[in-house]
């Protein structure tokens, strides 16, 4: 089709991605444009102020919540990195290898959260113990381990074992082989990883709902109650400002990344 | 040889043993409570408490409150009975959980002596069915259901039903492009639709509950959305043309947007909020100086100021922003009090359950 | 002897050590994941019957079930035909700028996905964004409903889970070896045949956990229904959750979420059977 009709597949293509990216950035737009709103609600269009950004920075229940999130993101980063680099560690200094060890871990991504938290929250029940920080953070470690393990262990097992063998051919203990040798071939993968359950567990709301949802309040938990409640125009302040961070960090990365592909 | 297997194997199970233990330990933890001894722990639904409030209390009396919340008297109920009573100061349930909650034992007795507003309070929200002496509840706020609607609707609609309730039961003769907000809470809806069918009743039986649910499903096509909470928006937005909700939902939707008017069915609903101790709460004292500074003028006209609630006391209502026809309904007489009727808790669990769900389904 | 007993215990030592300290991770999914399992499927025979699973063939929790199924199965869909020409033409014809596309492509769901929910309520209903522009533009004389419908929560879901369907595409197609399209070619295949023969079989990984990676949170979502879909229909997420949070018998509760668990293997492994067996002629 492309050799045939040239210019049709070329329109077509760039239909196509236009249209996917306005359908993706419409919302985020339309939510930066009313943030300037003067009105204490965000639609219809009164007039322009930047009163909300000033109310955002007032508004302590927001960033109270969005410590929270991050403490709990980094506690269940932390712990599942820590655990599954020890458990290839672990991986690595058996004779033998462990076939199904990833598999194992398969499950916290094919069970649906919502599975899980019912179990999770029945678990915490019946042995009586109260919801909140701790909870949330030992559950979203089960994510990240889910995540974090099949990832590092399948690029573990990519790895030349040759290059361990001649690290301890060359005298080095089994810990300094694995940090010396294993440990930074695996960080862009360990980096990676850990991100990922970073944004997982801070965008994570079932959880949360079940698993701390009264006493502890998340991000996601947050905007989900003044949803339900009523919206103000703080949260279209609010979200314009995480975009922009994020887009910042973004251009951040990708600059780096590109810097490092020229030389 | 032998002994190094053993040695291995035995080490290995203490090592297993050693974590089991440590990651045990980390569910022990929540448990200590690390809450600092002046603080009191506050479970309610929003809608009760403005920051504003709490920040003021905390900065007079230098106690911390944390505030939990729950959606619904159903989840109250759970949590109150897994616990029997533990782990919260102070719940505000609706009318009816309070029967259930005194029945469960799980509340603790109030001591009138340290309260000093008895009093001020209105009469009329005292002494009811679920409470006779208010030992265990005292009301802190109350609403009427009212109906809201919008300039479209007036337009279309010259005159009112001769019995409003029809507007959100039977409106047939109001055109496809007719559309409300109901009540989100199952208990509140099968009481409407038990009283708009029976009148008053204390349970029902399979007729009468299949009655009750066909009754519910018939109002799904006008039916916009099933709300508890939004329905000032969705009034104020024009997404619908009337909303069955709480008087203090169309008030603010009243106050926030414009030609929004409402109306009062001569018969209808009321729901009183009341404080409640729980029977594990061991900080009596300062959860009686919570009392005391909510159920003071100066918070209890700031309450009402955001939330526009009528309010329990009633030497206040005079210093209140409100319409005259606002104070007119804050302070009703006994003979208004006697077309407000209450929820109706006329299902079992189960049969609730299965009745919401068809509904939804 | 004492040289040999130092050598058994560094050799114990050296066993003991990777052992201790990767256990952690077996014993916290153990602890914290498999018997959380566990307890459900014994919450919901706690008497060796199937009494807590009864009530749960009436007609209306069958209708949730269906809705839920359908509604899972087209987000899956429909993300796969949104995402899979948009990776495909980022992959093959981004160029040098493959790597900004994809990432601009992910920024937008860097925010919470909840406030996405907000936006999409905002452009949706009938003072919104998209009925103003209709209305102005004359196309429509009185608004669209489409918030508060399957149709609104159906197009809410999949803007939700597209990065779910585009991450794992973009990891497959990327790896996708370029010389194949020109060994196609060569061989006398058009673009379509090579698509159909060449392109989509060989990227069927990636399609396979994209579209598991949505099917199955979709399955579970709660809030879209109730925030966009004005809490009209239930879905099984919301059934779960009424049960969990607001009931009096925890069995119950996990009985239903153990059923539906079961439904949605039982599909997952049908779906998987199907693709295979057309994949593999």
């Not at chain 1, 949330?136 to 361990?164: F, N, Q």
């Not at chain 3, 596309?101 to 929910?117: A, E, G």
């Not at chain 3, 102005?136 to 489409?146: A, F, K, M, R």
Request: hydrophobic content about 50%; aromatic content about 16%; charged content about 15%.
């Amino acid at each position: 089709m492309t050799e045939r009709f040239p210019l049709f597949s070329r329109c077509l293509s760039v239909f196509w991605v236009v249209m996917v990216y306005a359908f993706l950035y419409i919302p985020i737009i339309i939510f930066f444009i009313f943030s300037f709103n003067n009105a204490p609600f965000p639609a219809p269009w009164v007039g322009f102020t930047l009163h909300w950004y000033r109310a955002l920075v007032y508004e302590t229940d927001i960033w109270v919540a969005v410590g929270n999130s991050l403490m709990v993101a980094m506690s269940a980063v932390l712990l599942s990195s820590c655990m599954s680099i020890f458990l290839v560690f672990y991986a690595v200094s058996r004779s033998s290898k462990i076939k199904g060890l990833a598999a194992y871990f398969y499950g916290n991504l094919i069970v649906p959260e919502i599975v899980f938290a019912v179990g999770f929250l029945g678990l915490l029940t019946m042995l009586k113990v109260p919801l909140g920080f701790i909870t949330l953070v030992i559950a979203h470690t089960v994510l990240g381990l889910g995540y974090m393990v099949p990832i590092l262990y399948s690029r573990y097992c990519e790895l030349d074992y040759r290059l361990l063998e001649a690290a301890q051919d060359l005298g080095a203990t089994q810990l300094q082989a694995f940090f010396t040798v294993t440990h930074p071939l695996l960080k862009p993968s360990l980096l990676g990883a850990a991100l990922l359950v970073f944004i997982i567990s801070f965008d994570d709301f079932v959880l949360a709902y079940f698993c701390s949802g009264t006493t502890f309040q998340t991000l996601p938990l947050y905007i989900l109650s003044m949803l339900r409640v009523g919206v103000s125009p703080i949260v279209n302040a609010f979200s314009t400002l995480l975009l922009v961070l994020s887009g910042i960090l973004v251009i951040i990365y990708s600059s780096l990344t590109i810097r490092n592909r020229i030389f | 040889m032998k002994q190094y297997i053993f040695f291995s194997w035995g080490i290995r199970c203490g090592i297993v043993v050693f974590w089991t233990f440590v990651l045990a330990l980390l569910l022990l933890v929540p448990r200590l409570h690390f809450f600092e001894r002046n603080s009191i722990t506050v479970f309610t639904w929003s809608g009760v408490f403005s920051q504003a409030m709490i920040d003021e209390f905390e900065q007079e009396t230098g106690i911390k409150v944390y505030i939990k919340y729950y959606v619904s008297n159903e989840e109250l109920l759970v949590k109150l009975r897994a616990t029997q009573g533990a782990g919260y100061d102070l719940v505000i349930p609706s009318d009816y959980a309070v029967k259930k909650l005194i029945y469960e034992k799980v509340l603790k007795k109030l001591d009138k002596q340290k309260i000093n507003f008895l009093p001020s309070l209105n009469p009329l929200l005292m002494g009811h069915f679920f409470d006779p002496q208010n030992e265990y509840a005292i009301p802190f706020e109350w609403e009427i259901y009212v109906i809201g609607f919008t300039e479209a609707f007036k337009s279309l609609q010259k005159n009112m039903p001769e019995h409003l309730w029809d507007l959100i039961f039977k409106p047939s003769h109001f055109g496809s492009g007719y559309r409300i907000v109901m009540v989100n809470d199952a208990v509140e809806a099968i009481s409407m639709a038990t009283r708009y069918l029976y009148g008053s009743m204390t349970s029902l039986n399979e007729t009468q509950q299949n009655a009750v649910q066909n009754l519910l499903i018939s109002q799904r096509p006008w039916i916009e959305a099933y709300s508890s909470v939004r329905s000032d928006y969705y009034l104020g937005t024009n997404n619908v043309m009337v909303a069955m909700a709480q008087n203090a939902e169309i008030w603010r939707a009243v106050r926030d947007y414009k030609n929004i008017e409402y109306i009062v069915p001569r018969d209808t609903f009321i729901t009183i909020e009341h404080c409640a101790i729980p029977a594990g709460s061991t900080k009596d004292d300062l959860v009686y100086l919570f009392l005391n500074f909510i159920y003071s003028k100066k918070s209890m006209q700031h309450h009402y100021d955001v939330f526009q609630y009528c309010p329990a006391r009633i030497d206040i209502v005079n210093s209140l922003p409100a319409t005259q026809r606002q104070k007119d309904i804050i302070v009703s007489s006994k003979k208004a009090f006697k077309h407000y009727y209450f929820m109706q808790d006329v299902l079992s669990e189960q049969k609730k359950h299965d009745v919401w769900i068809s509904v939804k389904a | 002897m004492n040289l040999l007993k130092k050598n058994v215990l560094k050799k114990i030592g050296d066993e003991a050590m990777p052992f201790a300290l990767g256990i952690p991770a077996f014993l916290w999914q153990i602890l914290f994941f498999y018997i959380p399992l566990l307890l459900v499927f014994i919450l919901s025979f706690p008497t060796f019957s199937w009494e807590y699973f009864t009530p749960f063939f009436a007609s209306e929790y069958v209708s949730v079930i269906v809705r839920t199924v359908l509604i899972a199965l087209s987000t899956a869909f429909f993300c796969l035909c949104i995402a899979y020409p948009i990776v495909y033409l980022i992959v093959f014809k981004g160029g040098r700028f493959k790597h900004m596309f994809f990432l601009f492509l992910l920024l937008p769901f860097l925010t919470t996905f909840l406030l996405h929910i907000y936006a999409w309520m905002f452009v949706l209903e009938r003072g919104g964004v998209i009925n103003v522009l209709l209305q102005s533009v004359g196309l429509i004389s009185e608004p669209l409903h489409l918030l508060n419908s399957s149709f609104a929560v159906i197009f809410v879901m999949v803007y939700c889970y597209l990065p779910f369907m585009i991450l794992p595409l973009y990891s497959s197609l990327e790896k996708f070896d370029k010389r194949f399209f020109e060994a196609s070619y060569d061989l006398g295949a058009t673009w379509w045949q090579t698509l159909w023969r060449v392109l989509i079989p060989l990227s069927f990984p990636g399609i396979r956990s994209g579209f598991f990676l949505v099917l199955v949170p979709a399955f579970g979502e709660f809030a879209i229904p109730e925030l966009v879909g004005g809490d009209k229909k239930m879905f099984v997420g919301s059934i779960i959750t009424h049960y969990t949070m607001g009931a009096q018998t925890a069995s119950l509760g996990a009985a239903f979420t153990l059923l539906t668990a079961f439904i949605l293997l039982i599909v997952v492994v049908a779906v998987y059977g199907i693709t295979v067996k057309i994949f593999k002629q």
